[in-house]
């Protein structure tokens, strides 16, 4: 088993878990891998990067549409 080490926040949450309820001791009592946490944020950030892009790609599009109907409407008005 490999040795993690803890955060001075969590080690005092921990510590103190004596005081607050049971359903939250037991929370705490579990512990994910760095690792998993690792890939948890990578995939976050990649799905918010894609979305990111998508919502770009369809506002450019959405704005070269606006761009020729103004200008088709400003070449009406005299």
Not at 25 to 50: D, F, Y
């Amino acid at each position: 088993m490999e040795q993690q080490s803890m955060h001075w926040a969590e080690a005092w949450l921990r510590t103190s878990s004596h005081r607050l309820q049971p359903g939250l001791r037991r929370l705490l009592g579990h512990r994910q891998p760095a690792n998993i946490i690792s890939e948890e944020a990578v995939l976050i950030g990649v799905t918010a990067t894609l979305g990111l892009a998508a919502v770009v790609a369809f506002m450019t599009g959405l704005g070269q549409i606006l761009v020729r109907a103004l200008l088709k409407i400003g070449g009406q008005v005299p």
